[in-house]
């Protein structure tokens, strides 16, 4: 890791950019990929396939076939089906308790207005292949689509490891598609003869499936949030543990070339600690090649004081950050910008990656400034619900009047206004 001692504010941004490559350049290659899906359909989808992920498909080996979905448990190992299960779990439970009752609130007498969640219809999920098979990801997705209610579940990945059919089984996805990259995008925004179109697409995966999601939310299908990827960043002090903070930067840089870490500290021991801790143990990895790429791109940086690193890391705003330091929760106050926060030694980003409950699917490149990770509110609508009774738009009737009148909405004031006379008509006289 490069280290940066006291850097002025004014080269943070610099400091802090992301290893990505120009959005235009990306945008003009995914760009035919999205209008080739639109006009080819299964065709297109069979071309690309083979085109990008080496996959030579027919028409009716688009979609994992049932039998295909229910051998995967037999292909794994007891102890692997196990942790899956519990995992499964755990991020059930604490998603679970994300629902929200349906409260009625009386905001003058006779007037009640209440929300009720509803699961959105049909979901997209997109789990990526590359070199990982990123099963925890269909937990992540599924679980909240199950527990919303979604109807229809569509999930598409170019992997085909047993694990991502298992999982998808355990989380009641519906259909399953052997399609990858911003091709997977494209099928789901716009549907066809094989796959279904759907109303929202989740999922992480690289710079062009990113791309491609954000071009079909401006035509107007919704997404999760703009994924690409994976980062972390570590605040340290000397009560971390130089080893632990190593591993952690490498758990994120072992995701590929284009991921990013970053180490804060107001130490120069503890940075120096672990940047020898990280030589030792990249070694070690079987994805060496590839988080040693990533280490390129990462920095650590010396501060002053606390207060300098909490600035410094909302200004970053991080996928993921952890806090080995002393006061850990008293500073995860102070944080604003980050998607996810880990407190304290013993708590590895890498927990929430699999299975101790919070969701890992999470804003990055900065967004985590705008947007929250995915969790049940993700895959569902709230709709409003109001009901007036006769005395209560008696009561608040003359505000709408008023108010209409006053935007020259002449409509919208005889609306109340036909219903008070009703009303008025239909009391008794005294």
């Known amino acids: 890791m490069t280290i940066i001692p006291f850097p002025d504010r004014s080269e943070w941004p610099a400091l802090l950019a992301r290893p990505v490559q120009s959005t235009q350049q990306i945008e003009a290659a995914v760009t035919p990929i999205l209008a080739q899906v639109r006009a080819g359909g299964d065709a ?9 992920d080496r996959l030579t498909l027919q028409p009716d080996q688009l ?11 037999d292909q794994l190992s007891a102890e692997l089906k196990a942790a899956i299960r519990q995992a499964y779990q755990n991020i059930r439970l604490f998603h679970e308790a994300q629902k929200q009752p349906v409260e009625k609130i009386e905001t003058m007498p006779g007037v009640t207005c209440w929300r009720r969640s509803v699961g959105i219809e049909k979901v997209g999920l997109y789990i990526p292949g590359g070199t990982a098979p990123l099963f925890s990801t269909v937990l992540m997705l599924g679980v909240p689509a199950q527990l919303a209610g979604c109807r229809d579940v569509v999930l598409c990945t170019p992997g085909s490891h047993p694990a991502i059919y298992y999982a998808a089984r355990l989380v009641g996805v519906t259909r399953v598609f052997r399609i990858g990259g911003a091709q997977a995008v494209a099928a789901m925004a716009y549907g066809t003869e094989t796959v279904p179109r759907v109303y929202k697409i989740f999922g992480p995966g690289n710079q062009y499936v990113t791309a491609a999601k954000m ?37 994120q840089a072992e995701h590929g070339a284009d991921s990013q870490v970053l180490l804060v500290s107001t130490s120069k021991k503890l940075i120096s600690s672990v940047n020898l801790t990280l030589g030792t143990q990249l070694d070690k990895l079987p994805r060496r090649d590839l988080a040693a790429q990533a ?8 501060v002053d004081t606390q207060a300098d ?27 604003i910008n980050a998607g996810s926060i880990f407190l304290g030694n013993y708590t590895p980003e890498s927990a929430g ?14 967004f985590a400034r705008a947007y929250s990770g995915v969790s049940l509110d993700s895959f569902v609508k709230k709709i409003t619900v109001q009901h007036i009774t006769p005395e209560g738009l008696q009561l608040v009737g003359p505000v709408v009047e008023a108010m209409a009148e006053a935007e020259s909405l002449d409509a919208h004031k005889r609306a109340v206004s036909l219903r008070l006379a009703s009303i008025n008509e239909e009391s008794p006289v005294n």
Do not use: C
Not at 215 to 227: F, N, Q, R, S, Y
Not at 313 to 328: D, G
């Open 295 to 302: 280490l390129e791109n990462s920095k650590a940086i010396l």
């Open 353 to 366: 990656d699999y299975a101790s409950g919070t969701n890992h699917t999470l804003p990055t490149n900065g």
């Open 44 to 52: 297109a989808l069979i071309e690309l396939a083979q085109r990008f």
């Open 63 to 73: 979609e994992v076939s049932a039998a295909e979905l229910d051998a995967a448990e």
């Open 215 to 251: 071009l079909v939310a401006k035509e107007g299908m919704a997404i999760d949030m703009p994924a690409g990827p994976s980062e972390v960043a570590v605040y340290a002090d000397d009560t971390a543990v130089p080893s632990f903070v190593a591993a952690d930067l490498l758990s």
């Open 309 to 335: 690193a909490i600035e410094l890391l909302n200004h970053y705003a991080a996928e993921h950050l952890i806090l080995s330091v002393s006061n850990a929760e008293q500073v995860a106050e102070q944080i």
